[in-house]
């Protein structure tokens, strides 16, 4: 016991001293989440399906009520695990075969690799711009010694709609006749991206790579050889997960966001759970917000609601806070797990 806390403090002081240095915020390409735990194979495809559970969540979060540009994100989200065959949970078993405590044999419970699968149905509003899309992930893993892992890769289609005004652009005087009719431009691009993770059912983490084809947005017909090119990004995650007691656990976790401008940013959460009925967290981003979050779940229905407020920066912005609403429903899954 005196071992592993010390392995415990160990972790959260790396924990603190990696998410709470000055970060350099920059504008989202992306939707983003309080409650990033909640769809990871949002932002790395390899989780899609690891949890073996078949599970619907919708998930709704407004920023800087009171404005009418402020950002939104809205999303609907499914994942399954494809061959009924979740990992997490044989690795489990595994390590009681090892210690001769199950008297069935490893190629009894791993006779194959498992796969899964996950789509968001999303749309995110920031400013004058709109994306409207799906995308979707596949994951295939696989068990290494005590260790699941697994790679994904990720499809999307999106719809980019911009409305620029005249009274946007640098220079008003510039005569671009698509601006000027005062209709939005809008386009279709589709793009890719990558992912790995790993977990032994306590220590988990993963990296994945978005925008990989980095589409460009033009507005109007003036910018042609200055369009905006979106730039691809890194996201880097990780937690651990510590028993306290019988039903409850504490698990600290961290999302960092880079671009290839070299701009980052990160989140990080505290959360504690009883028998994955209830739980409550706080959370830290960039260092301008704190995050409250809490959740319960009943039979397969599941509620969660997440507040931040801005602490730093201009503070007229977000004085309304950020809300975030999220709705799950678990078709199937392993209740013991």
């Not at 893993?141 to 911009?162: E, H, P, R, T």
């Not at 005062?182 to 793009?191: E, I, L, R, S, T």
């Not at 910018?223 to 028993?243: D, F, I, P, T």
């Amino acid at each position: 016991m005196k071992h592993t806390w010390k392995i415990t403090l160990r972790y959260l002081l790396c924990f603190l001293l990696f998410t709470i240095p000055s970060l350099k915020s920059f504008a989202q390409q992306q939707g983003t989440y309080n409650q990033f735990l909640a769809n990871l194979y949002y932002f790395n495809p390899a989780f899609a399906g690891v949890s073996g559970s078949m599970e619907f969540s919708l998930m709704l979060r407004e920023q800087w009520l009171g404005y009418a540009e402020r950002p939104r994100t809205y999303s609907l989200n499914y994942q399954m695990n494809l061959l009924d065959n979740p990992l997490l949970g044989q690795e489990l078993e595994m390590k009681s075969i090892r210690r001769g405590t199950n008297a069935r044999t490893a190629g009894e419970i791993f006779d194959k690799a498992s796969m899964g699968a996950a789509g968001t149905l999303f749309s995110d509003i920031n400013g004058r711009v709109r994306r409207t899309g799906l995308q979707g992930a596949y994951s295939y893993q696989i068990l290494v010694g005590d260790w699941l892992v697994a790679a994904g890769i990720g499809v999307s289609f999106m719809q980019y709609k911009v409305n620029v005004l005249p009274k946007d652009l640098f220079d008003p005087n510039v005569d671009d006749p698509l601006i000027a009719a005062g209709k939005p431009n809008q386009g279709y691009a589709p793009d890719f991206n990558v992912g790995a993770m790993f977990s032994n059912g306590t220590i988990w983490g993963g990296v994945s790579v978005n925008a990989l084809m980095q589409n460009a947005l033009q507005f109007g017909t003036y910018n042609e050889k200055n369009a905006y090119r979106q730039l691809r990004q890194v996201y880097a995650m990780g937690g651990y997960s510590l028993l306290l007691r019988p039903g409850v656990t504490l698990e600290p976790s961290t999302l960092v966001t880079f671009n290839s401008a070299w701009q980052w940013n990160a989140d990080a959460s505290l959360k504690i759970a009883y028998q994955d009925r209830y739980w409550g967290a706080v959370g830290y981003r960039t260092l301008s917000d704190m995050v409250l979050m809490g959740g319960v779940r009943y039979r397969r229905l599941s509620f969660a609601y997440a507040f931040s407020y801005t602490i730093a920066g201009p503070q007229t912005i977000g004085r309304y806070g950020t809300h975030e609403f999220a709705v799950g429903f678990r078709v199937t899954g392993d209740k013991k797990k």
